[in-house]
């Protein structure tokens, strides 16, 4: 779903021609994924004026997958696109689309994290972030972004961080990793499949762990040195996480201010 979004976006980006033939077709199915899926290999490689055989080694380069995989692969990011808000219940209400209200919801979000706070559990994560060679950020769809914001804040606190957008990238990193280095997790639910299958081999290789989660009772947290607890508040009207963003970010963002404290010491 997502990852057929996030792996042409990204394709797209790390093309150093931006005019090739390959680009073009990343962007031409992100632009008709609504149609695309009804398409034969003979009308995309004339709408993209290449040929059948330029959109097979397309498919194989950006996942060693068939035109019929990525077919099924749009098709599932646009039912996910189509279930992205509950639009019967928004027809009936629409107090969902209050302004006060959403402030009201974060601000509640944000006290009740603050509440959730364990100084212990983020003094431990502080200690594990100072003695590791290298901290791997993962996150899946929007806890990604959450991972990258973390990476680029403790870069610039001179740690060399990781953060991946792909799954496969981040499963590579995962068996990557060593005893010396620290992975830390970042899934709402802590229900992700792709973060349940990276969590896994993080476990066999006894990787040291650090979980941001709601969830402190999910699989993914038993094996961990430190799970750090954000408030369990979303709006269940909306797929995207338009509250639990900010508790998430909140708590990178308490752990930065004060790694960068006690750096001053």
């Known amino acids: 779903m997502y990852r057929f979004w996030i792996r042409l976006l990204s394709f797209i980006e790390n093309c150093e021609d931006r005019s090739s033939t390959e680009a073009n077709i990343a962007d031409f199915i992100l632009k008709n994924a609504k149609i695309f899926p009804e398409m034969s290999i003979y009308d995309v490689a004339e709408q993209c004026h290449t040929s059948p055989a330029s959109i097979s080694r397309f498919c194989k380069r950006i996942g060693d997958i068939s035109f019929k995989d990525l077919k099924n692969a749009c098709i599932d990011y646009n039912e996910m696109i189509e279930n992205e808000m509950d639009f019967e219940v928004a027809k009936e209400d629409e107090e969902i689309f209050s302004v006060p209200s959403y402030f009201d919801q974060i601000i509640k979000s944000l006290k009740e994290t603050e509440q959730l706070i364990e100084l212990a559990s983020i003094q431990n994560a502080l200690t594990l972030i100072k003695h590791s060679n290298k901290i791997a950020f993962f996150g899946a769809t929007y806890s990604q972004i959450v991972a990258k914001n973390a ?10 961080c990781s953060s991946f957008s792909t799954e496969e990238s981040q499963m590579e ?15 709402f639910s802590g229900s992700t499949k792709h973060i349940q299958r990276v969590s896994k081999v993080l476990n066999q290789k006894r990787i040291k762990t650090v979980i941001l989660t709601s969830d402190e009772h999910a699989e993914i947290c038993k094996n961990a040195e430190v799970v750090l ?6 709006n269940e009207h909306f797929n995207s ?25």
Do not use: C, G
Request: hydrophobic fraction near 45%; glycine fraction near 0%.
């Open 173 to 187: 990193e995962a068996k990557s990793l060593s005893k010396e280095d620290l992975a830390f997790i970042i899934s």
């Open 229 to 234: 607890k954000v408030s369990k508040i979303k």
């Open 241 to 265: 996480p338009v509250i639990q963003e900010y508790a998430m970010h909140s708590i990178i963002n308490v752990l930065y201010l004060t790694y960068a404290k006690q750096l001053l010491k």
């Open 151 to 160: 990476q680029i804040k403790f870069t610039r606190l001179q740690k060399y």
